[in-house]
């Protein structure tokens, strides 16, 4: 009867942890002595179900007009991918960097300092977020632009449409601009070059400022700050 008082309390967390389907992830060590050990370990749920999230404000400018935006980050959907965004934009990386690629109804790109140092030293690759842990690359969504596997560096793009078959491809959002439209964004240059009359990305990323100067109705960001 004094073993079962003993081993019903460890038979009651494991239990609730199964019932409620929570993350077990905090590791403890627990001893039954008896005489001898009978449990060495168990996993408590880790009880903070709330998703983390982040308020963000974008300030664009439109050749000189000024257009307020605002963004909700959730780290669930793409925690590398929320984490590392957040630390670019602690650092300030995004300021007067211009949206360069705009394609109505599929997506608008961002993510060139017009310091190409300031690029240059940003360029290390993230590793992947598994797929399917957010709502897709739906209208409005925030996601890390790739040139394959685990090549994620600094590049975003707002998704102008539901892309949903770029979910498979691996592209993971991280958030959603509030009640965004096209219309408040340049999208006269559309594709890049050779493709488009928009800028060469190549260019962008080594000459900087010099050559954003030569599409100078391109929407910039002035400035993104956490709320």
Do not use: C
């Amino acid at each position: 009867m004094n073993l079962l008082r003993k081993i019903l309390p460890l038979f009651l967390i494991l239990t609730t942890a199964t019932s409620y389907n929570l993350p077990i992830n905090r590791p403890t060590f627990l001893k039954i002595l008896s005489g001898s050990t009978i449990a060495t370990q168990t996993f408590l749920p880790n009880f903070a179900l709330a998703d983390e999230t982040t308020k963000l404000k974008i300030n664009l400018s439109n050749s000189g007009e000024k257009t307020p935006l605002t963004a909700t980050l959730t780290r669930s959907w793409s925690p590398e991918g929320y984490d590392h965004f957040l630390d670019l934009v602690k650092s300030g990386y995004y300021t007067n960097a211009p949206i360069f690629r705009v394609i109505p109804g599929f997506v608008a790109q961002f993510g060139l300092n017009p310091d190409p140092k300031i690029t240059a030293a940003n360029s290390k690759a993230i590793k992947d977020d598994p797929k399917g842990l957010g709502p897709g690359n739906k209208k409005n969504t925030l996601t890390f632009a790739t040139a394959g596997p685990n090549t994620r560096t600094t590049q975003i793009f707002i998704n102008l449409g539901d892309n949903y078959f770029l979910d498979n491809q691996g592209f993971t959002p991280f958030g959603v601009i509030d009640d965004f439209e096209v219309d408040r964004i340049f999208s006269g240059y559309g594709e890049g070059a050779p493709r488009g009359k928009g800028p060469d990305q190549n260019k962008l990323r080594v000459l900087g400022e010099d050559y954003m100067k030569e599409f100078e109705r391109m929407t910039r960001i002035e400035k993104i700050e956490i709320e």
